[in-house]
């Protein structure tokens, strides 16, 4: 049980329930450890489950830059590109928006986020690219009155996000499972038994089946380990 009193098998059912496959982060050239933690934190938060990234030379993108393990419930791709992730994005028809200061720059209230979104967030020092801003479909800022007029990059993608997860609550988007089957057994099978996964894993066969509530039930699967 869970401090709440559900389950794991619930708990993680409620997660995948609010996880929303349309929308996505994309980080380009994000290089400090703390704001790749921060922005894929954020990331989970309001149920972003795939956020998609193109690291500096050298730069890496390990479990412990993650406080609170998010980074085990939010996968990361990785391109080698920008033009090949940004691809990669439209073609699942996201609206691909970059936060950035530009001539055609709305304020990022005025965008509709219950649209499939991909938020594009530049470096720590010189922001969004002008290739990443061409490839972008539309460029938002985010108002200031004060004599600093830019936010850490963290900041910057969190106020986004949460008005992508505002609209999106107001349109009744959260509670309903979206996230493709597959996903969900692995995700569930990964979470209730890592150490049979490594098991398998580590003998090279698959994993077995889980019954309505999470646990084993496959005795097929049972066979066949025996035989190892």
């Known amino acids: 049980m869970t401090a709440d009193g559900k389950t794991r098998y619930d708990k993680i059912i409620e997660l995948l ?30 149920g972003i489950g795939h956020a998609h990234a193109v690291f500096p030379e050298g730069v890496r993108f390990s479990s412990h830059h993650t406080s609170s393990g998010s980074k085990r419930w939010v996968t990361t791709h990785k391109h080698p590109d920008l033009k090949t992730g940004i691809a990669e994005v439209k073609s699942q028809g996201m609206q691909v928006l970059a936060a950035h200061f530009s001539d055609k720059a709305v304020d990022f209230r005025s965008i509709d986020y219950t649209k499939p979104t991909c938020l594009l967030l530049g470096s720590e020092l010189v922001g969004v690219s002008e290739e990443a801003a061409e490839l972008a479909d539309e460029h938002v800022i985010i108002p200031m009155v004060g004599m600093v007029q830019s936010l850490n990059v963290s900041v910057a993608g969190a106020l986004i996000m949460y008005e992508a997860q505002r609209q999106r609550a107001e349109a009744n988007m959260y509670g309903e499972l ?14 209730l038994h890592p150490t049979i996964k490594k098991y398998c894993d580590k003998h090279n066969i698959r994993y077995p089946q889980l019954d309505d509530r999470g646990n084993i039930d496959d005795p097929e699967w049972d066979q066949l380990r025996r035989k190892i």
């Open 17 to 46: 329930s609010n996880r929303q496959p349309d929308l996505t982060v994309f980080m380009d050239e994000v290089h400090k450890p703390h704001n790749l933690a921060a922005i894929v934190r954020t990331a989970d938060a309001v």
């Open 178 to 191: 979206k996230v493709p089957q597959e996903e969900v057994d692995y995700i569930l099978f990964n979470a």
